[in-house]
């Protein structure tokens, strides 16, 4: 039995199995399959996106610190940007930032 009910590869309504599985998540989580499919394309990709960008942001910070402290130019305190600061700004509700905090690991690791 597969998740869809389909003719011709196309599918047209959902198993009984899919019904289940999300009948099981809603009593362990009080979420169901779909709610946590809807806050994973609308929060998790968005903050793995940025999560990704700051990495490269604050390697580069890290880098001009370090280089400007060995070449004596200047002190090298550039600030790292923090992931919750630009989460709290991004987000009156505090949404995205409690997203993040739930799911930290694994957005840090696809970002």
């Known amino acids: ?15 009984p199995l899919l019904y289940e599985a999300d009948n099981f998540a809603s009593a362990k989580t009080d979420k169901s399959v779909f709610d946590s ?23 580069g910070v890290e880098s001009a610190n370090w280089f400007g402290r060995k070449s004596g130019l200047y002190e090298g305190n550039i600030a790292e940007a923090s992931m919750e600061q630009d989460l709290q700004e991004a987000d009156d509700s505090g949404n995205l930032l409690q997203y993040y905090k739930e799911h930290a690991e694994g957005l840090e690791a696809g970002g």
């Open 1 to 15: 039995m597969s998740l869809f009910d389909s003719e011709e590869g196309a599918p047209t309504e959902f198993s």
């Open 37 to 59: 499919s809807k806050d994973f394309l609308a929060m998790g990709v968005p903050i793995a996106v940025h999560s990704a960008m700051l990495s490269f942001y604050n390697t």
